[in-house]
């Protein structure tokens, strides 16, 4: 079985974090969000993953070469960005002619993709995608289905808070039935692929999955994810909480919660409090600071008796001694000003 996994978005949403590292490899916890996902097909029994992304492989080549055995890896890359769905066509020619997954690679989810597969199977389907029933669509936009489980429509983002299945961000595709769309164009997945295949009468369905999801876009899912985490509400995975990385120093007198996630060679300092945050490799945080629902890019600084809270610091920016930060994002290498 094989993967198709798009990690080509901009990742505008999680700047300024995604300014020097691209948003799949972000790390999540204690590894990056795409080895999460990678973890996640291998698990599900695929072998071969084909990623599709319009930046250079260097970005994603380290990663690539530190992940050594399953699944093996193909990379495609796009001249410019195709969208989600004009990336998964620029794979078909590596694809084959097997039923594939294609993913987001920027979700954390512990869908159960062997009994999506056979779901698929069962219903002769042609395209299958997977939904997670959200209590309020409204960032989202449904996709209605019917009591077997065919969808009959994507509808748009709706203006009242209402519940329903959205599309969550992976799909069993039949390579056939992607054949009509031109190779090398930019194309919706959602918003034009879906919609004709289920004009020309393909069977597509949606497979109901119960469990966990969020989509990383946006530094407070991407805080929530890992609160999630390490409160087990994932399964497969646990972690001890707070998660400190073994190279990491934490003075015994911070007081850190359960919700944070402290990155190699990271300190904390003496007396800091540091809640529901996630602290990147070799960040710094000063004596009596206090961090609160932020992120802590690679080697960010925040200065002793500081106050950082609901914020976003790009790697290598600076929060002065006794500085406070409230709801900002700073940019890489940024000094914010005292006061
Ligand atoms: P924002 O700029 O914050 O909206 O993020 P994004 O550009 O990543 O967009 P979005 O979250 O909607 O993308 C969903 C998934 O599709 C992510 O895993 C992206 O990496 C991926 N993706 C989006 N556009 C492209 C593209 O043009 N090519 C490829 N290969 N992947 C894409």
């Known amino acids: 079985m094989k993967a198709v996994v798009l990690v080509g ?63 093996a890896i193909t990379w495609v890359t796009e001249e410019r960005p195709l969208g989600t769905g004009g990336a998964v066509v620029r794979t078909l020619d590596v694809v084959g002619s097997d039923p594939f997954f294609a993913l987001n690679g920027d979700i954390c989810t512990d869908l159960d993709l062997t009994a999506m597969r056979a779901f698929h199977d069962e219903r002769g389907a042609s395209v299958t995608i997977a939904l997670h029933h959200v209590e309020d669509a409204r960032a989202f936009g449904l996709v209605q289905t019917e009591e077997d489980g065919r969808v009959v429509a994507f509808r748009e983002k709706p203006t009242d808070a ?14 056939a039935v992607l054949g ?46 890992h609160a999630d985490l390490l409160a087990g509400r994932v399964r497969g995975i646990s972690y001890d909480a707070p998660w400190i990385h073994p190279s990491a ?18 300190r904390v300092g003496r007396g800091a409090r ?34 950082v809270s609901d914020s976003v610091l790009g790697a290598g920016a600076r929060v002065p001694d006794h500085g406070v930060l409230e709801g900002a994002r700073v940019s890489v290498d940024a000094d914010v000003a005292p006061g």
């Open 274 to 307: 540091v809640e529901r945050s996630v602290l990147h490799a070799g960040a710094f945080i000063g004596a009596q600071a206090v961090v609160l629902g932020s992120v802590v890019g690679a080697e960010a600084r925040v200065g002793a008796g500081a106050r």
């Open 162 to 175: 209402v519940a329903g299945d959205i599309n969550a961000g992976t799909y069993l595709l039949d390579p």
């Open 9 to 71: 978005g901009f990742g505008t949403r999680l700047r300024p974090l995604t300014e020097t590292v691209k948003k799949e490899l972000l790390p999540l916890v204690d590894r990056p969000i795409l080895d999460h996902t990678l973890d996640r097909l291998v698990q599900h029994g695929v072998r071969e993953v084909i990623m599709s992304s319009p930046y250079l492989e260097e970005a994603f080549g380290p990663f690539i070469a530190a992940r050594a055995g399953e699944p």
């Open 180 to 225: 009509a769309f031109p190779a090398g164009e930019e194309i919706s997945i959602e918003r034009t692929i879906f919609p004709e295949v289920i004009a020309a009468g393909h069977p597509v369905y949606g497979f109901g999955a119960d469990g966990y999801w969020i989509d990383l876009g946006t530094p407070e899912k991407y805080l929530q994810a």
């Open 249 to 266: 120093e934490v003075d015994p007198s911070a007081r850190l919660d359960a919700a944070v996630a402290v990155g190699a060679e990271a």
